[in-house]
């Protein structure tokens, strides 16, 4: 005998709900297969739940369509502050740049190695140390760094920090709408199962034959078990 199973995924869902709801005249007025606050129900369960997931959709479409340009963007700030902080140290290796003049730059006057900065949040406050500490260093009469000059560093520190804030957001924002679903399902769930317990109780003096077909036309799904003859 095949058993019913509620659906696992929202399409399945949506496809359950719309099932009952295209079918409700022929179904319910007619015959008085489901009740009318249960249809309302499914109603409002269906248009919430459509909402949800094609806002949930277009969410993450933005952000995919974000993410594959942010690498190349954090590439470019990542190579123009490590060069930077290179020509910083050769210029202290040569004496042009006191190493008193590190700090400024936020590191220690031994420093002789990189800073952390392949990750993002290292690399953006290391970028805005460095940048702070280079204006500093010009206030005080020292010379500009060139190739590359921290206008070029602060540019492209810049432009990667404003798309990383703009998928931050998306990547909230997408968050929100999955979470958003996940707090529906639960709802949705129990009213499909009152629209099927419904359903089946409508037909129950049926024989199996008609009564599963009539269930799967108002989108009841059937399983049948391993090596189980499919009779209905």
């Not at 295209?22 to 248009?47: M, S």
């Not at 952000?63 to 942010?70: A, D, E, H, V």
């Amino acid at each position: 005998m095949p058993y019913r199973r509620l659906p696992k995924t929202d399409a399945g869902r949506l496809k359950a709900l719309k099932t009952v709801i295209d079918n409700n005249d022929l179904y319910t007025v007619k015959n008085r297969v489901v009740n009318w606050k249960t249809l309302n129900d499914a109603r409002t369960a269906y248009e919430k739940l459509l909402t949800a997931t094609e806002q949930y959709r277009i969410s993450l479409a933005a952000q995919l369509r974000t993410s594959g340009k942010m690498g190349k963007l954090q590439h470019n700030a990542t190579m123009y502050v490590s060069h930077f902080v290179q020509v910083l140290f050769m210029s202290v290796e040569r004496g042009e740049i006191k190493r008193s003049c590190l700090p400024l730059y936020g590191l220690s006057e031994s420093a002789t190695a990189m800073p952390n900065i392949k990750v993002i949040n290292g690399l953006l406050a290391v970028g805005e140390r460095i940048i702070e500490g280079e204006k500093k260093r010009i206030n005080q009469g020292g010379r500009p760094i060139y190739n590359p000059s921290i206008g070029m560093v602060s540019t492209h520190l810049d432009i990667f920090r404003d798309y990383y804030e703009q998928q931050s957001k998306l990547q909230e924002r997408t968050s929100r709408a999955q979470e958003y679903i996940k707090n529906m399902r639960e709802g949705i769930d129990v009213t499909l199962l009152d629209l099927w317990n419904q359903i089946e109780d409508h037909f129950k003096n049926e024989p199996p034959e008609v009564r599963f077909a009539e269930c799967r036309k108002l989108g009841i799904v059937y399983y049948y078990r391993r090596k189980e003859p499919h009779l209905y």
